[in-house]
């Protein structure tokens, strides 16, 4: 968690010399490089054909599309108040991981969603300053959020037929052969980038993504999706402190309120009643 915590801040501070598509790029193509080597030194093998469409799934939504549209989103809100728009993720992981997965779904679910809704828009609301440009930011934010959670009923159905190295390995596989369209944008930008954004971007790759997703799916495979997306709650908290000593940022009193609403209702979401007992 204080490695994706960290990407947050890192991704805000080279996003101002690259592109979303060409940092998403530049990001995989290192993690790609060490995950390629982690799975040849594990021996672990091809993934089994069960395991492929788990694979590419979480491949496409959350090494590709998730990392796409938060830095886009990231270009117009700061570092923490993504990670709260972001952090409603886990609500949608439950819902999904309840139908998908047959990991049933609590009874505060829908409560849950529309407190965290609630402060999704008041986050946009304190924003936007009256203009829309935050406010499209907002909202690239949330669209990272369901493409995390979809991403991660991929991956969890992928764990049941092969190894977290070889899940997140082909997952990176996946996600940098879809954002290859960026190469062109990413190696023009890389001459003009200054060496601080440069290796931010090897740091993206080799830390939050490479050690992070792996980590994380080593704990997914012995873990319910649900109980997973708990972990990522005390994201936001990190990143606000992150963003304060290296950037210098801290998000709108109204911004801070809107979060907590997204995580009250992530609470209530996750909390249990009498009945569901």
């Known amino acids: 968690m204080v490695l994706w915590a960290s990407a947050f801040v890192a991704i805000r501070s080279a996003g101002g010399h690259f592109a979303p598509g060409a940092l998403a790029l530049g990001r995989l193509l290192v993690a790609s490089l060490a995950l390629g080597m982690m799975w040849l030194l594990s021996g672990d093998g091809w993934p089994t054909r069960a395991a492929w469409p788990g694979i590419l799934g979480s491949g496409l939504l959350w090494f590709g599309l998730y990392m796409v549209t938060l830095n886009w989103g990231e270009r117009d809100v700061d570092a923490g108040t993504a990670a709260m728009v972001v952090n409603i993720g886990p609500i949608l992981l439950a819902l999904l991981g309840g139908w998908l997965l047959h990991e049933g779904f609590p009874r505060r679910l829908a409560a849950g969603m529309a407190v965290s809704f609630g402060g999704v828009l008041v986050v946009g609301i304190s924003e936007s300053d009256g203009g829309r440009t935050s406010v499209i930011g907002v ?11 979809a991403g991660v009923v991929c991956q969890k159905l992928a764990l049941r037929h092969a190894s977290a190295v070889q899940v997140t390995a082909f997952g990176c596989f996946t996600g940098t052969a879809a954002c290859l369209p960026f190469a062109g944008q990413f190696l023009s930008q890389l001459g003009s980038a200054p060496v601080s954004a440069t290796l931010q971007v090897v740091y993206l790759g080799l830390f939050p993504t490479t050690l992070g997703f792996t980590t994380w799916a080593y704990a997914l495979a012995r873990s319910t999706s649900g ?6 709650y005390a994201v936001p908290t990190l990143v606000i402190i992150m963003s304060w000593l290296f950037l210098g940022q ?28």
């Open 139 to 149: 909202v690239l934010c949330l669209v990272a959020a369901v493409c995390y959670a």
């Open 250 to 277: 801290v998000p709108r009193w109204l911004a801070v309120a809107g979060g907590a609403l997204c995580l009250a209702g992530v609470a209530v979401s996750r909390s249990r009643s009498p009945a569901d007992r």
């Open 227 to 232: 109980r997973m997306g708990a972990t990522i």
